[in-house]
């Protein structure tokens, strides 16, 4: 089974090392099955852009769809209202050290939407809105089990208070609920996840149901990962929106989780050799290039920091065990294996978790028929 499809290619012999490789025939393949799918759903999608902070991938994403996307930082709204983008959702709970670049963000929007799950949020937000003379979409932040953010969605009096704010004030709207379904990650098979996924969607409706009995419509409920979403098989309300990210590129950790296969992981990071002995090799992708994810050791305990494959991307059985800050250890079975690894040697390494590999580099080389053709920039700072 190969990591990739790409041939040796000199582009790749050649390319400054270590460097993020996007099989592009993948990406677009992943694309256009999540888009089939929620189209099944009958749902919108609003894809959550932290995974690549590419507006060119985000384009690709967002063709056929209503337009709005998901974003974890404010640099990456900047970036992708600059781009064109003018519906988003900054799905991090905001604080009052975020009021002023969220109002002027939201100026150059036609609309931004933001959640919180504190009911004291409301009210300075509102006067930060009033002063910029602009409107902002609230979203009330619901735990559904993951435990991270957001309140529990059986609190119903707490959540009532944060409605109550929201709604107090005419430069804010209660535009919805959101909730973030994380838990789903350990979930070992399908139907694990199908499970939680549903709890998701029932809680949230429950949660909005109780709020319209109290006076409070609820337009939109947002719901979403990819491993829940690519876990559910019926339709759904068409008030549900969803936020899918990892899809686009997925991940030796969705592979070993079963969410998708490694025939579809589309991101590598190309490295050398640049140091070889008997029981080991080392290269020039360390904790900057790969990340510090250590996979899935529940699924796969010698996951590491990533799977190693050749240059044609056919995996090699090895991994890379260890990470310093510019060098990834990769030990070896035995010392026969030290003559396969001269130095300058080119492999590829099938990231763990693409979200962060991502994260650290400042662009994409996009290949396609095994050869770069291009280069796209990503979004970077917070």
Known sequence: MKLTDVATSADLLTTPTPALLLDRARLERNIARMSAHVARLGVRLRPHIKTHKCPTIARLQTAGQFGGITISTLAEGFAFAAAGFD????????EPGKFE???RLARQVRRLAVITDDPAIPPGLAAAAQEAG???DVLIEIDCGDGRTGLPWDATDRIGDVARAIAASASLALAGLLTHAGHAYAARTTDERQTIARLECDRLRQVADELERKGFPIACISIGSTPTITALDTPLPPKVEVRPGNYVFFDAFQAQCGVCTFDDCALTVLTAVVHRSDDRIVVDAGAIALSKDIGAPDFFPR???GLVGDLEGCPLGL????????HGKIPLPDATWRSRFPVGTRLRIAVNHSCLTAAQH???LVVTDGRIHDRWPMARGW
């Not at 519906?87 to 905001?94: G, K």
């Not at 991994?319 to 510019?326: G, L």
């Open 87 to 94: 519906d988003l959702l900054y799905a991090v709970p905001i």
């Open 101 to 103: 670049r969220v109002c």
């Open 134 to 136: 602009i409107h902002l």
């Open 303 to 305: 996951s590491g920091y």
């Open 319 to 326: 991994r890379v065990a260890a990470v310093s800050q510019e």
């Open 362 to 364: 400042a662009d994409y």
